[in-house]
């Protein structure tokens, strides 16, 4: 038998209001016991909570019945006063009633389980949850709302087209089926391969949104890079010294600029060292920049311009600081230079506008749905390898094309949900007159 569960929805400890959830075939039982009674599904009612001869609580109850609730499931919200003891009071209660704690995550997958939602969904659940910033947050909003499911579903409509005619040619040969059945799939799979790589293409810009686009400072020692750091996340994170080397290691902070979220890193400055110590931070500060999706590069009247000669590429941006003490010389072909000056606050508002113009271009792609996880990503990569392969195994040998699809249709699955043979022979049925 199923289990009916509870948790706590709101933040632990002391508040107005905390809401406990149950969810399961044992609801309406527990709410019997405890004193709430003659309710009416979806509408709050207020009733005095007790077990066992004590008053717990005067709550707001809720109740939803099956299958039209979040789980699914029957279920009920209680709105209980916020302090801790009516709390542990009511969880008591509920336990000694046959109910038991919810393990992390179990409403939404009793969700997914109960159909609900599909996987995509469940997964903008906790995105949604974690969201800290507006563009996250919109991103959450939309793949809950079935955007993504839908982008999916139209992949799952073309795949099981393709299937359909590939395995209508293998399965019926005696049949009345037109000749050449299979290498009708052709356009099919080429719409649907050129859909695939455009979503595993754009695959990196939904993680970006949903755990930080990464820039990192980069340039020669003292050229400001720990100053302009500071002035950028708006607090002293950073040591400033005249001295030389000062910065050993790669910083992190957190911040929010035009809406997305950000992971800046301020990085040792790039010389050759004897100092094993800063020779490592040296080469930290290459592999960082390496990994970044935005390079500064930071530099000071008087800098060399060969320092970043063989790492500066198309795309980043040239900040020359200290430019209350001077303008920097130097210049790089095809590069922006910004200059600031973190003494006086000159610049710094253009700075963070363009960072802000340059993440809403990587990150905001209106046109398709973000895939917002890896593990979305090499699944949709191995379906386009699998397209791929069908579509050229097509015109020699349908039987394999047919397994490739498969293998598509596998990897799809396990983002969108099963697809089994009845779907495949839904669509063939329902396309030709087999079997009269």
């Known amino acids: 038998m199923i289990d009916t569960i509870f948790a706590l929805a709101t933040p632990p400890g002391r508040g107005a209001i905390a809401v406990l959830r149950l969810s399961g075939p044992g609801v309406e039982a527990a709410l019997t016991a405890m004193g709430a009674i ?8 207020v009733r ?10 005067q709550a707001l109850v809720l109740r939803f019945v099956a299958p039209n609730s979040y789980t699914g499931e029957d279920a009920a919200e209680l709105h209980l006063h ?18 038991r704690p919810a393990d992390p995550g179990e409403f939404t997958r009793r969700a997914f389980q109960n159909g609900r939602m599909d996987l995509a969904q469940a997964e903008a659940v906790a995105d949604l ?47 009345e089926v037109p000749d050449n059945l299979a290498r009708t799939a052709g356009p099919v799979l080429d719409r649907l391969g050129a859909d695939l790589r455009r979503a595993v293409d754009t695959g990196r810009r939904g993680e970006r949104v949903r755990d930080g686009y990464r820039i990192v400072l980069i340039g020669e020692t003292n050229a400001g890079k720990s100053s302009l750091f500071n002035a ?28 997305y979220a950000v992971t800046l890193s301020d990085t040792a400055g ?21 990994q970044a999706d935005l390079r500064l590069w930071v530099r000071a009247p008087g800098d060399p311009a060969g320092v970043a000669e063989n790492y500066i590429k198309d795309g980043d941006l040239i900040v020359a ?24 606050g000159e610049g710094l508002i253009e700075l963070r506008d363009w960072i802000a113009s340059r993440l809403a271009r990587d990150l905001s792609g209106a046109d398709f749905p973000a895939v917002t996880q890896e593990r979305h990503r090499l699944r949709l990569l191995e379906a386009l390898e699998s397209v791929e392969a069908a579509r050229v195994a097509l015109d020699v040998a349908p039987e394999m ?32 007159c087999i079997g009269k």
């Open 82 to 99: 916020g302090g801790r003891a009516v709390v542990e009071a009511a969880s008591r209660a509920l336990i000694a009633l046959g109910l």
């Open 129 to 175: 949850i974690d969201a800290e910033t507006s563009a996250q947050a919109k991103q959450a909003l939309g793949q809950l709302d079935g955007k993504l499911s839908e982008t999916y579903a139209g992949f799952r409509r073309d795949l099981l087209h393709a299937l359909a005619l590939v395995e209508a040619e293998i399965d019926f040969p005696d049949e």
């Open 270 to 290: 790039l010389r050759d060292s004897d100092d094993p110590v800063e020779a490592e931070g040296v080469r930290r500060a290459r592999i960082r920049a390496e």
């Open 321 to 344: 600081t200290k430019s209350d003490l001077g303008a920097w010389s130097g210049g790089e072909d095809g590069l922006e230079t910004l200059a600031v000056s973190t003494a006086s």
């Open 232 to 259: 950028l996340v708006a607090r002293e994170a950073a040591i400033v010294t005249p001295i030389a080397g000062t910065t050993r290691d790669v910083l992190d902070a957190d911040l929010v600029l035009g809406g």
């Open 401 to 432: 094309a047919g397994d490739d699809l498969r293998r598509a249709a596998d990897a799809l699955a396990r983002v969108t949900g099963a697809i089994g043979v009845e779907d495949i022979l839904g669509e063939v049925f329902s396309t030709f």
């Open 38 to 45: 003659r309710l009416t599904p979806r509408m709050a009612s």
């Open 48 to 57: 005095n909570l007790s077990h066992a001869g004590d008053h717990i609580d």
